[in-house]
């Protein structure tokens, strides 16, 4: 007969553990056998998309935004009210300034980019601007700083602002446009107009030497040179305005004088140039 089924006795020492009696396995022995840990890897990230500070969707941003929709008809109902008020300088200027205020506005709302708050007070400045333009045209202003002036500031003040937030950006891009715009409407005017405009050579003048010292401290090469380029023709010009004026052996003698020192100083005064060149070239 069979070995009656029970408990294996355990070997003693020196002795060989005996195989385990065969039998029948249980049904219930074998469990479920557990699902592979590895699985099929997700196609990308899940998880909702993020969205950036003004609360848009990342990436969806475009054509069909409905912020950008509603900008673009915006500036398409300022443009044709603008084309309605043609011939009509009051309200044409209304227009402007109402749309360039309400552009400004735009540009203090939170989460927009860099590039589009630059983009925005650009368009808000240029339409303050024409607006102020248009009306000084209604009141018949003939006065040349009246329209130079406000754009001068504008332009200024915008390349301040880009030179403090961007420090490698050069002087010519962002105070060349501002200083042209000041100094070279009034120098033509003194130079080619038949009246003395006295009040108007000595502001030029002041304004290029503000230029001149500003930017030889500040180390900025664009007021350095167009402050200079205008002193030195508005000079000649108060020369030759003196030309009648004075009796003629002064501007000989003097002549005379400045010819002398710079032949006897002209080494020093070549070493001179040579590092005003240097310091000049070396300004941003």
């Given at each position: 007969p069979?070995?009656?089924?029970?408990?294996v006795p355990p070997a003693g020492p020196g002795q060989a553990t005996p195989p385990a009696a065969a039998g029948p396995v249980p049904p219930g022995a074998v469990g479920p056998?557990?699902?592979?840990?590895?699985?099929?890897?997700?196609?990308?990230?899940?998880?909702?998309?993020?969205?950036?500070?003004?609360?848009?969707?990342?990436?969806?941003?475009?054509?069909?935004?409905?912020?950008?929709?509603?900008?673009?008809?915006?500036?398409?109902?300022?443009?044709?009210?603008?084309?309605?008020?043609?011939?009509a300088l009051r309200p044409a200027s209304t227009v402007c300034t109402l749309w360039g205020v309400a552009v400004a506005l735009r540009v203090l709302r939170r989460g927009e980019s860099r590039v589009r708050r630059w983009a925005l007070a650009g368009v808000a400045g240029g339409s303050v601007l024409l607006g102020g333009w248009l009306q000084l045209l209604a009141s018949r202003v003939t006065l040349l700083e009246a329209y130079t002036v406000p754009a001068a500031a504008?332009?200024?003040?915008?390349?301040?602002?880009?030179?403090?937030?961007?420090?490698g950006l050069n002087s010519w891009l962002a105070l060349g446009p501002g200083l042209a715009?000041?100094?070279?409407?009034?120098?033509?005017?003194?130079?080619?107009?038949?009246?003395?405009?006295?009040?108007?050579r000595l502001a030029l003048g002041v304004v290029a030497l503000g230029a001149v010292l500003g930017g030889a401290a500040r180390r900025w090469q664009a007021p350095v040179v167009l402050g200079a380029a205008a002193l030195v023709p508005l000079a000649l010009h108060e020369l030759a305005r003196g030309w009648d004026l004075l009796p003629r052996w002064i501007f000989l003698g003097l002549g005379g004088l400045a010819l002398i020192a710079l032949a006897a100083t002209y080494e020093r005064r070549r070493r001179d140039v040579v590092r005003l060149r240097a310091a000049v070239g070396g300004m941003r």
């Open positions: 069979p070995a009656a089924a029970g408990p056998v557990p699902p592979a840990a590895a699985g099929p890897v997700p196609a990308g990230p899940v998880g909702p998309v993020p969205a950036d500070r003004g609360g848009r969707v990342a990436g969806r941003a475009g054509v069909g935004d409905p912020a950008v929709a509603l900008e673009a008809a915006a500036q398409a109902v300022a443009l044709l009210a603008l084309l309605l008020t043609v011939g504008l332009a200024l003040g915008a390349g301040l602002v880009a030179l403090r937030s961007r420090p715009a000041v100094l070279l409407p009034g120098l033509v005017s003194v130079l080619v107009a038949p009246e003395p405009q006295p009040w108007r």
